[in-house]
């Protein structure tokens, strides 16, 4: 491993994590708001997003033997990187529903615990990669569960833990945008609230499945050659799952394919750029390194939600949400430790 490979795998493990922790943000745009943008219809355009952009790696094929030696150059359709796509349009779905509930910053914190659960049971469970570690694995499981409490309940903990040094002038809400765009309050109680944390598990589960496909892909259709057939399965599964949540709900929500489908498809760009270079990031530094940088996305999107869409306001929450985060990264690099 050369110095140039371990400089290129950080700044791609750190690119990773910036690109995953804003995509949702665009969401949450001005533009966005005003024509009161419905979830299930920006993943829709989001998932065209994806589809493209997973084809522009085709011409660049030839280099995926650079990235691990046994990796394949020419283009092959796998099954299993539908399956991984259909798994990404039901995390995509619901991520947009759950930011709609509870905000970028708190939602992505929940769903990225989550994942990082869901992940290591894939391996331990299904896959038999027994950690190296077991002792510090357990360890490293319980401090990610703390964390996603940390962050999921953050406005309750930072109420119970700073009662005492709360001025009256400290009363605003948690905020979270509804359909309508207004700021409305989001008690960790309310409905709004907990759909929203459900959506966001549902996050972590199916995202942190997304890539137990790829277990069982041969080599020669791993790296970029796997990005078209992941893009074949986002295109191909979204409208239906549109269709289906007509279907239940009743509701047919405007298209305004005029406004939304370009920022969508940047929102989808932005994703898969991130993925892209994860791809790269992980051969090239190891995934006990690339692993926990990439994990930082939790902490980009709280500085989305707490600095630009003023999602969360209250001094104590924000305390408590910050070190909710650390403790999910923490968490994660003591994952990729006992491995």
Not at 72 to 88: C, I, N
Not at 252 to 281: R, Y
């Amino acid at each position: 491993m050369t110095s140039s490979s371990i400089l290129v795998g950080l700044l791609c493990a750190s690119g990773s994590a910036v690109f995953n922790g804003s995509f949702t943000s665009l969401f949450k745009t001005e533009k966005m708001r005003v024509v009161e943008i419905h979830p299930m219809v920006f993943q829709l355009y989001v998932c065209q997003g994806i589809f493209l952009s997973s084809f522009l790696v085709v011409p660049f094929l030839s280099f995926n033997e650079s990235i691990q030696s046994d990796f394949g150059t020419a283009f092959q359709l796998s099954g299993m990187g539908m399956v991984a796509g259909f798994l990404f349009v039901v995390a995509v779905s619901a991520s947009f529903l759950a930011v709609n509930d509870i905000g970028v910053a708190l939602a992505q914190g929940i769903w990225g615990g989550g994942a990082m659960l869901v992940s290591y049971l894939w391996g331990v469970l299904v896959f038999g990669e027994i950690p190296s570690k077991p002792l510090l694995s357990f360890t490293a499981l319980l401090v990610l569960i703390a964390g996603v409490i940390a962050v999921a309940f953050s406005e309750t903990i930072g109420e119970k833990l700073f009662a005492r040094l709360l001025s009256s002038n400290e009363s605003t809400p948690l905020v979270s945008a509804t359909a309508d765009g207004n700021s409305t309050v989001a008690a960790e109680s309310s409905p709004n609230c907990i759909r929203g944390v459900l959506w966001a598990n549902l996050v972590g589960l199916s995202g942190g499945s997304i890539l137990a496909p790829l277990h069982y892909v041969p080599p020669a259709k791993q790296g970029l050659v796997f990005l078209p057939s992941f893009g074949i399965g986002t295109f191909l599964l979204s409208p239906m799952f549109f269709l289906a949540f007509t279907r239940v709900t009743r509701e047919v929500p405007p298209l305004h394919w005029k406004e939304a489908l370009t920022t969508g498809i940047c929102s989808g760009l932005i994703w898969n750029l991130g993925n892209l270079l994860s791809i790269i990031a992980i051969p090239a530094i190891g995934y006990g390194v690339a692993y926990p940088i990439m994990q930082c996305a939790i902490l980009v999107s709280g500085l989305w939600g707490i600095l630009v869409f003023r999602e969360i306001t209250k001094p104590t929450t924000i305390r408590v949400f910050w070190i909710g985060g650390i403790v999910l990264v923490l968490g994660g690099s003591l994952l990729a430790m006992a491995q």
